[in-house]
């Protein structure tokens, strides 16, 4: 009989290496899957471009980097409001806002050139997140009104919003009616780091941010904050925390941080307000999040491993023909095996052979 | 001489550890045996098994002289023994008969018991009121209802555990009327407890287990309660006493000092008025849930209490928080362990977090030095004796007097001008609660305050110069120790007029 012991610590070789273990268990359950649904000679290659092209590839491997730059971004946010268990749900309509509110900045400045239009385009990202998730902030605050409702219903509003803007205020004067934005003009564009892709510093921004968390998280009373308010709110209390000051700030830091996203997302690939803008990376933040076990070095790698099973799954779907639900299979199924395999922490497998 | 139960032998392990190793325990025919040990000593281990909720690895157990080896508690309530819990298992909202009928095996509800529920209440003088809702009723009032219902199965052995950690003196006193009864008419009790004052008083027999081991068997009167007391720890313990009580000036106040229960079930604080003289230890005695939490929480500065009703050194300290608090060198101990005073799922380093005064260098401007957060936590460990393989071990893995002692000794170091304490020693082993009252006994010598609030009073009368009852949110004044100063406490612990 196999039996699961706690530990009375937790194995730090595990913390690594539980990981790896879900990733392999992934893998071979797509193997698996492939067997049963294709033939013969196309399970090795399916399965090649799904895991490895994205990572050898010339073109789709910066086309990782850029989907990996926002969800990290989004991530990170979360993952701080989530230590404190602050469930901010709705990064996605704070992603709306500030690419809203950035896109807004660049186009008012349309052919306005100036280095300083870029940083103020990104201020105003991080405003317009925070703002909206500040609405939450105060209604939780204030009047004990769930955070993951209010976050959730108003990512609905800002894709509406999103509509009406582009059907209204920022749509392109000679768009023909097409409800979408001018084309951003140079100065409103995020420079190019790698010639000939469309990788944006936003890439590099990502991990200065993945940085500076893992400093506040370590080093910082603030990320003691957090973890003790989610952990024990009560020996929060105790140390003189101000539960509503936690509350605050996380749903700001998650917010702006979607703001910003946006905005990369706007400035970057895009390089337009269109209503195609909203790309679920709000909700699939979550699963980065929590893949890294909140962790901020951890959502560096976990947001690449997402963001590989986006256009390894894409590109699947463009050379084979297969559904685009592969990709959700693989996420769904890689958080399933990276909970199972976290029970490996706190507790060790013991193959018991005395009866009873 | 007749046995009611003999245990021979008894070993049952958990993984590596034996949480009995061999041990032996006789119970005469109508007496009253105690069961001595610390926390972890094994004495749950031993009684689940006599009580059939656990299977030992090895050893005997006979009944009445007969084989005995229950496989569940049902088999053993049929063989006479009844067990009266230290966390009672009532239901709230359902009368005391219904209660009582519901811990009865194979019978319904539809049955009237109450008059043999009278017939016990008289004979044992357990009074209770059958058509009562439980609810309503105080601590010691439960446990009589616990009790009739394990003599309705006519008990040859009644265990009780720890029967008189909640109660008020007086009604210890009545338990022991009761319990002696008992073993004359013919139910053996076997009396799990650390109150040796207690088991001196009334049982004849004990057993005393230190580490899954038996120490010995003996008659307590035999022995000192000090004696007793090493017995069990294994270790020479020191004498409690002020080397100097040098009283100064007043530290500390509490005026007119009011409050709401924000909680539908909390107590509502009303005018407490109390003063703090430096060198001095106060304790406020009293029945838990009559406005301890409630006041500790207003102390430690989680609830504001308002303007001009704390004073601390003349400053007025009632909306402050409670870093700034410590910050001025008032400093906290609450009760709960787990979640409260410590971040179960946190090391002890960070921990060490939880109460950093600015002075101490642990931060700056919010960063955190963990070297020097790590030298405070070992320096805690190794000054205050806390067993642990290092400050990098979670929270929870410490056992209850382990971690009570880093909580202490976390307070301690940043010598407080004032600490507040509530429960110092509540669940914690004998050798590590007679080092806690050491430490604070020293710090106090060296001219700090401290105010205990407990439940304990044996910890009260023998730590406190200045003793208060706080009793349905009322706290008294101070009691005049010289004239009957046991009989007013125990008047006032349960709401009486001194």
């Given at each position: 009989?196999?039996?699961?012991?706690?530990r009375?610590?937790n194995?730090k070789?595990?913390?690594?290496?539980?990981p790896l273990?879900a990733?392999t268990?992934?893998?071979?359950s797509?193997?698996?899957?492939?067997i049963f649904i294709?033939?013969?000679?196309k399970?090795?290659?399916?399965?090649?471009?799904?895991?490895?092209?994205?990572?050898?590839?010339?073109y789709?491997?910066?086309?990782l980097?850029?989907?990996?730059?926002?969800?990290?971004?989004?991530g990170?946010?979360?993952?701080?409001?989530?230590?404190?268990?602050i469930w901010?749900?709705?990064?996605?309509?704070?992603?709306?806002i500030g690419?809203?509110a950035?896109?807004?900045?660049?186009?008012y400045?349309y052919n306005?050139?100036?280095?300083?239009l870029l940083?103020l385009m990104?201020?105003?990202s991080?405003l317009g997140g925070?703002?909206?998730?500040?609405?939450?902030?105060?209604?939780?605050i204030?009047y004990?009104?769930n955070e993951?409702?209010?976050?959730?219903?108003l990512?609905y509003?800002?894709?509406?919003?999103?509509?009406a803007m582009?059907?209204?205020?920022?749509?392109?004067p000679?768009?023909f009616n097409f409800p979408e934005?001018?084309?951003f003009h140079?100065?409103?564009?995020?420079?190019?780091?790698?010639?000939g892709?469309r990788?944006h510093?936003g890439?590099?921004?990502?991990i200065?941010?993945?940085?500076?968390a893992w400093?506040?998280?370590?080093?910082?009373?603030?990320g003691?904050q957090?973890?003790?308010t989610?952990?024990?709110p009560r020996?929060a209390k105790f140390?003189?925390?101000?539960?509503?000051?936690?509350?605050?700030?996380?749903?700001l830091?998650?917010?702006g941080l979607?703001?910003?996203a946006g905005?990369f997302?706007?400035?970057?690939p895009a390089?337009?307000?269109?209503?195609g803008?909203?790309?679920?990376y709000g909700?699939?933040?979550?699963i980065?999040?929590?893949?890294?076990?909140?962790?901020?070095i951890g959502?560096?790698?976990?947001?690449l491993?997402?963001?590989?099973s986006?256009?390894?799954?894409?590109?699947?779907q463009?050379e084979?023909n297969?559904?685009?639900s592969?990709t959700?299979i693989?996420?769904?199924?890689?958080l399933?095996y990276?909970?199972a395999?976290?029970?490996?922490?706190?507790?060790?497998?013991?193959?018991?052979k005395?009866?009873n | 001489?007749?046995?009611?139960?003999?245990?021979?032998?008894?070993?049952?392990s958990?993984?590596d550890l034996k949480a009995?190793?061999?041990v032996?325990l006789?119970?005469?025919d109508?007496?009253i045996?105690a069961l001595?040990g610390e926390?972890g000593a094994?004495k749950?281990?031993?009684v689940?098994i006599i009580?059939?909720s656990l299977m030992?690895?090895s050893?005997?157990m006979?009944?009445?002289?007969?084989?005995?080896?229950?496989?569940n508690?049902?088999?053993?309530?049929e063989?006479g023994i009844?067990?009266?819990f230290?966390?009672?298992?009532?239901?709230?909202?359902?009368?005391v008969?219904?209660?009582?009928?519901l811990?009865?095996d194979?019978?319904?509800?539809?049955?009237?018991?109450?008059?043999?529920i009278?017939?016990?209440?008289?004979?044992y003088?357990?009074?209770?009121?059958?058509?009562?809702?439980?609810?309503?009723?105080s601590?010691?009032?439960?446990q009589r209802?616990?009790i009739?219902r394990?003599?309705l199965?006519n008990?040859?052995?009644?265990i009780?555990?720890e029967?008189?950690?909640v109660?008020?003196p007086?009604?210890v006193?009545?338990?022991f009327v009761?319990l002696k009864?008992?073993?004359?008419?013919?139910?053996?009790?076997?009396y799990i407890?650390?109150?040796?004052e207690?088991?001196r008083?009334?049982?004849s027999e004990?057993t005393?287990?230190?580490?899954?081991?038996?120490?010995?068997?003996?008659v307590?009167?035999?022995?000192?309660?000090?004696?007793?007391?090493?017995m069990?720890?294994?270790?020479k313990?020191?004498?409690l006493?002020?080397s100097?009580i040098?009283?100064?000036?007043?530290i500390?106040?509490?005026?007119?000092l009011s409050?709401?229960s924000?909680?539908l079930?909390?107590?509502?604080?009303?005018n407490i008025?109390?003063?703090i003289?430096?060198g001095?230890?106060?304790?406020?005695?009293g029945?838990?849930?009559?406005g301890?939490?409630?006041?500790m929480?207003l102390?430690?500065?989680?609830?504001?209490?308002g303007d001009g009703?704390?004073?601390?050194?003349g400053?007025?300290?009632?909306?402050?928080?409670?870093h700034?608090r410590?910050?001025?060198s008032?400093?906290f101990?609450?009760?709960?362990?787990?979640?409260?005073?410590?971040?179960?799922?946190?090391?002890l380093?960070?921990?060490m977090?939880?109460s950093?005064?600015?002075?101490?260098?642990m931060t700056?401007?919010g960063v955190?030095?963990w070297?020097s957060?790590?030298?405070?936590?070992?320096?805690?460990?190794?000054d205050?004796?806390?067993q642990?393989?290092s400050?990098k071990?979670?929270?929870?893995?410490?056992?209850?007097?382990?971690?009570?002692?880093?909580?202490?000794g976390?307070?301690?170091?940043?010598?407080?001008e004032l600490?507040i304490v509530?429960q110092?020693?509540?669940?914690?082993?004998a050798g590590?609660?007679?080092?806690?009252?050491?430490?604070?006994?020293?710090l106090?010598?060296?001219?700090s305050?401290?105010l205990?609030?407990s439940?304990?009073l044996d910890?009260?009368?023998?730590?406190?110069?200045?003793?208060h009852?706080l009793?349905?949110?009322?706290?008294?004044e101070?009691?005049?120790m010289?004239?009957?100063?046991?009989?007013?406490?125990?008047?006032?612990m349960?709401?009486?007029?001194?």
């Amino acid at each position: 009989m196999i039996k699961l012991i706690p530990r009375v610590e937790n194995s730090k070789a595990m913390i690594l290496l539980s990981p790896l273990l879900a990733m392999t268990l992934t893998a071979l359950s797509a193997l698996i899957i492939f067997i049963f649904i294709l033939d013969d000679i196309k399970v090795s290659s399916v399965f090649f471009t799904l895991f490895v092209l994205p990572l050898t590839d010339s073109y789709l491997f910066p086309e990782l980097l850029v989907k990996a730059a926002p969800l990290m971004i989004i991530g990170l946010g979360l993952s701080i409001g989530f230590r404190a268990g602050i469930w901010n749900i709705g990064a996605e309509g704070q992603y709306v806002i500030g690419g809203i509110a950035g896109g807004a900045v660049g186009l008012y400045f349309y052919n306005v050139e100036g280095f300083w239009l870029l940083p103020l385009m990104a201020i105003a990202s991080i405003l317009g997140g925070m703002f909206y998730a500040s609405i939450a902030a105060f209604l939780r605050i204030r009047y004990q009104v769930n955070e993951i409702l209010v976050t959730l219903m108003l990512t609905y509003v800002a894709v509406l919003f999103l509509s009406a803007m582009l059907q209204g205020p920022l749509r392109n004067p000679a768009g023909f009616n097409f409800p979408e934005s001018r084309i951003f003009h140079d100065s409103a564009m995020l420079p190019i780091i790698w010639e000939g892709t469309r990788l944006h510093i936003g890439f590099i921004i990502a991990i200065i941010i993945s940085l500076v968390a893992w400093f506040g998280i370590k080093k910082h009373m603030f990320g003691m904050q957090i973890k003790i308010t989610g952990s024990a709110p009560r020996a929060a209390k105790f140390a003189g925390f101000n539960d509503n000051k936690t509350v605050l700030y996380s749903l700001l830091i998650s917010g702006g941080l979607a703001g910003l996203a946006g905005f990369f997302e706007a400035s970057g690939p895009a390089g337009q307000l269109t209503p195609g803008l909203p790309q679920f990376y709000g909700f699939t933040a979550i699963i980065v999040a929590f893949l890294a076990r909140l962790h901020p070095i951890g959502i560096l790698f976990s947001s690449l491993l997402i963001a590989l099973s986006y256009v390894g799954g894409e590109e699947v779907q463009i050379e084979y023909n297969l559904p685009s639900s592969i990709t959700q299979i693989f996420q769904g199924m890689l958080l399933f095996y990276f909970l199972a395999c976290d029970i490996l922490i706190k507790y060790k497998v013991v193959l018991n052979k005395t009866k009873n | 001489m007749n046995y009611q139960l003999e245990v021979s032998n008894i070993t049952k392990s958990y993984g590596d550890l034996k949480a009995n190793d061999t041990v032996s325990l006789n119970i005469k025919d109508s007496s009253i045996h105690a069961l001595l040990g610390e926390n972890g000593a094994g004495k749950s281990t031993l009684v689940k098994i006599i009580y059939g909720s656990l299977m030992p690895d090895s050893g005997e157990m006979r009944w009445g002289g007969n084989s005995y080896s229950p496989k569940n508690p049902f088999e053993a309530r049929e063989n006479g023994i009844a067990m009266v819990f230290q966390h009672f298992s009532l239901f709230e909202s359902l009368t005391v008969e219904e209660n009582i009928i519901l811990g009865l095996d194979g019978v319904g509800l539809n049955q009237n018991f109450t008059d043999e529920i009278l017939k016990y209440s008289k004979q044992y003088g357990l009074d209770v009121n059958p058509q009562q809702v439980v609810g309503d009723l105080s601590v010691g009032a439960r446990q009589r209802v616990e009790i009739i219902r394990c003599l309705l199965q006519n008990p040859k052995l009644l265990i009780m555990d720890e029967p008189t950690s909640v109660l008020t003196p007086q009604e210890v006193s009545d338990l022991f009327v009761t319990l002696k009864k008992l073993a004359a008419d013919g139910c053996s009790i076997l009396y799990i407890s650390h109150k040796l004052e207690e088991v001196r008083e009334i049982c004849s027999e004990a057993t005393i287990l230190r580490g899954g081991r038996l120490v010995q068997s003996c008659v307590p009167q035999d022995h000192s309660q000090k004696e007793l007391a090493e017995m069990m720890i294994g270790k020479k313990l020191t004498e409690l006493a002020r080397s100097k009580i040098n009283v100064g000036s007043e530290i500390f106040s509490i005026n007119n000092l009011s409050k709401k229960s924000d909680d539908l079930y909390g107590v509502d604080l009303e005018n407490i008025n109390l003063t703090i003289r430096q060198g001095s230890i106060v304790g406020i005695a009293g029945v838990a849930g009559n406005g301890q939490d409630e006041l500790m929480e207003l102390l430690i500065g989680e609830k504001s209490s308002g303007d001009g009703v704390l004073s601390f050194n003349g400053q007025d300290v009632g909306l402050l928080g409670s870093h700034e608090r410590r910050q001025l060198s008032m400093f906290f101990i609450p009760e709960e362990r787990l979640g409260h005073g410590a971040v179960p799922d946190m090391s002890l380093d960070e921990n060490m977090l939880l109460s950093r005064p600015d002075s101490s260098g642990m931060t700056s401007s919010g960063v955190i030095d963990w070297s020097s957060v790590a030298s405070y936590s070992e320096k805690v460990i190794d000054d205050f004796n806390v067993q642990t393989p290092s400050s990098k071990m979670l929270a929870k893995s410490l056992s209850g007097g382990n971690l009570q002692k880093f909580m202490v000794g976390r307070e301690l170091i940043r010598n407080p001008e004032l600490l507040i304490v509530s429960q110092p020693t509540w669940g914690v082993d004998a050798g590590s609660a007679n080092n806690i009252h050491q430490s604070l006994i020293s710090l106090a010598d060296n001219g700090s305050a401290i105010l205990i609030i407990s439940q304990d009073l044996d910890e009260i009368l023998s730590l406190c110069e200045q003793i208060h009852v706080l009793s349905e949110g009322k706290l008294s004044e101070a009691v005049d120790m010289k004239n009957n100063g046991l009989e007013k406490i125990s008047q006032l612990m349960v709401g009486g007029e001194s």
